[in-house]
C-alpha cells in the first residue's frame, strides 16, 4: 500500500522511520548493509529500491546476473566496477547496470558510500 | 548498455551530464520538468528511472494508474497527496505509490521540489 518512510538522517547517518538495517549475505562482500525501502513489504509488484552503504575500506559482492541497476550515489566517495572499467563516483552520479554485466561498489574514503539501488522485483540467480 | 551519468549539480541545480530536461506533459500540471536518467535510451528492459523537478508554486499531474511509483525526494519541501491523504516531504523522505492510488506532488517552499521517481518499463494509461 501507498506510504512514506520518513528520512530520519540524524548526526550524519542514513536512516527511515520503520526500516531496519539488515546485513548484506555474500561470499565476496566486506563492510556493506542494505536497508529495503520499497519492496515486499509494500507489496511493490514490480520494483524493489534498497538503500547500501559502505563503511571505508569495504565493498558490495563482485557479481554478474540477469537483472540490472539502476543506482543514484547519496553520500561518501567510491568507485564502480562496470565491466573491465572502473569509475569514480560521487553525490549525485547515476550508474546503469546493465543484465549481465560485472558490477562492484567499493568505499574511497574516510565516509561511507551510500547509494540508493533500485532492482525489478523479479530476479534470477546471481553469480 | 551500462553507463555513468556524471551528476553536475553547479550553482544549487541539479543536472546530468548528457541528460535533456523535458516538458513533463499533462493538462494538470504547473511548473514541473522531467529528465529521464535511466530508461529506454540505456534499453534498460524493467525500470526507468527519472528525476522530476517542480517549481515554487507548481504541481505535479493529478493522477491515477495502474503502475507503482517509487519516489525518492532530493531537494526542496513539499507535499504529496496520497489517496485522500496529504502528507509534507523533504529531503530523504520515501514516497511508495501503489498502484491505482490518486497522487499529486506539489511544490511548498521557495526552493524547487527535486525528487527521483522510479517505475516499470512497461507501463499502461494514465487516468
Known amino acids: 500500500m501507498s506510504c512514506v518512510h520518513r ?3 540524524r548526526r550524519g547517518s542514513f536512516d527511515w522511520e520503520g526500516v531496519a538495517v539488515g546485513g548484506y549475505e555474500s ?19 514490480h520494483l524493489a529500491m534498497r538503500y547500501f552503504e559502505v563503511q571505508p575500506g569495504g565493498y558490495t559482492s563482485l557479481e554478474r546476473h540477469a537483472h540490472d541497476h539502476g543506482v543514484l550515489i547519496l553520500r ?38 551510500g547509494f540508493l539501488c533500485v532492482v525489478p522485483a523479479k530476479r534470477g540467480e546471481t553469480q
Not at 536497508?35 to 507489496?43: A, M, S, V
Open 27 to 45: 561470499p565476496s562482500v566486506k563492510g556493506a548493509s542494505v536497508r529495503w525501502l520499497i519492496g515486499p513489504q509494500e507489496k511493490a509488484p
Open 76 to 113: 561518501g566517495r567510491g568507485s564502480v566496477l562496470l565491466g573491465e572499467e572502473e569509475i569514480e563516483v560521487s553525490f549525485g552520479d547515476v550508474v546503469y547496470v546493465s543484465p549481465h554485466d560485472l558490477h562492484q561498489f567499493r568505499c574511497l574514503s574516510g565516509e561511507p558510500l
Open 7 to 9: 528520512f530520519n538522517g
